[in-house]
C-alpha cells in the first residue's frame, strides 16, 4: 500500500491566503519530499526534508517533518491563481524507492 | 538539457496488444522508476532499478516488465495490455547518493480499449 497519504484531497483558497497540506507515513524513512503537478503534466520537486531536521523553508514553502507522528506539512503562504496544482508527499528509505501518496488538490481562485 | 525524456505522449491499444513505454535520461543518474496515475491513486510504484543490471518490483508489477537496456535507458513493456492498465505512466530518475529529489518525465497517457 501506499506510503504517504495527504490530507486534505482538496482545497480551495482565494489568493493571499495561506495553504496547509498534512502527509502521513508509516514506515521509518530517511527523507521526506513534496512534488508538485500541474494538470497534465509530470511531477516536480519543491523540497526535501531529512529525518533529522524539524522544519525547512524555501521561499514561500515551509515544510515541517514530525518522525515521533510520522507527519509532515507542507505550507504556501500568500498562494496565488499560478499555485494551483496537485500537491504529493513522498517518503524515501535507503535501498528502496520513492513512494508517493495520493496527494492534496489546490485551487486558488483571484 | 533534456532531463528525462518519455516515448510516446499517447497511444490507444487494443486489448490484448503489446507495447513498450521508452525512458532515458541524461542526467546520468543510476536510479529509474516507472509509476502509474490513475485518478484519486496518487503514483503507484510498478518497478524500479536501483542501479544499472537490476531491477525490482514496485507495488503494481502484475501485467508489466521492465528492461534496464543501460545506465540511461529504461523501459516499461505490456506483453498483454487490458482495460485495466489504461493510465498515466511516468518514468523518473534520480541519484541515489544522499538525499536526492527524483526527476520526472512528462508521462505518457495510455488508453486500452
Known amino acids: 500500500s501506499q506510503q504517504g497519504e495527504e490530507d486534505p484531497q482538496a482545497l480551495s483558497i482565494q489568493e493571499g491566503e495561506n495553504a496547509t497540506m498534512n502527509c502521513s507515513y508509516k514506515?521509518?524513512?530517511?527523507?521526506l519530499q513534496w512534488y508538485r503537478q500541474n494538470s497534465g503534466r509530470g511531477l516536480v520537486h519543491l523540497i526535501l526534508i531529512r529525518s533529522n531536521e524539524r522544519e525547512k523553508h524555501s521561499g514561500r514553502l515551509r515544510v515541517t517533518l514530525d518522525t515521533s507522528k510520522k507527519s509532515s506539512s507542507l505550507l504556501i503562504t500568500a498562494s496565488r491563481a499560478a499555485d494551483t496544482a496537485s500537491y504529493f508527499c513522498a517518503t524515501f528509505q535507503a535501498g528502496t524507492a520513492l513512494i508517493f501518496g495520493k496527494g492534496t488538490t489546490l485551487s486558488v481562485s483571484s | 538539457n533534456a532531463g528525462v525524456t518519455q516515448t510516446p505522449k499517447f497511444q490507444v491499444l487494443k486489448t490484448g496488444q503489446s507495447m513498450t513505454l521508452q525512458c532515458a535520461q541524461d542526467m546520468n543518474h543510476n536510479s529509474m522508476y516507472w509509476y502509474r496515475q490513475d485518478p484519486g491513486m496518487g503514483l503507484r510504484l510498478i518497478y524500479y532499478?536501483?542501479?544499472?543490471?537490476?531491477?525490482d518490483k514496485g507495488e503494481v508489477p502484475n501485467g508489466y516488465n521492465v528492461s534496464r537496456l543501460n545506465k540511461r535507458e529504461f523501459s516499461l513493456r505490456l506483453e498483454s495490455a487490458a482495460p485495466s492498465q489504461t493510465s498515466v505512466y511516468f518514468c523518473a530518475s534520480r541519484n541515489p547518493t544522499g538525499n536526492t529529489e527524483a526527476f520526472f518525465g512528462q508521462g505518457t497517457r495510455l488508453t486500452v480499449v
Open positions: 514506515t521509518s524513512i530517511n527523507n
Open positions: 532499478s536501483a542501479s544499472e543490471g537490476t531491477t
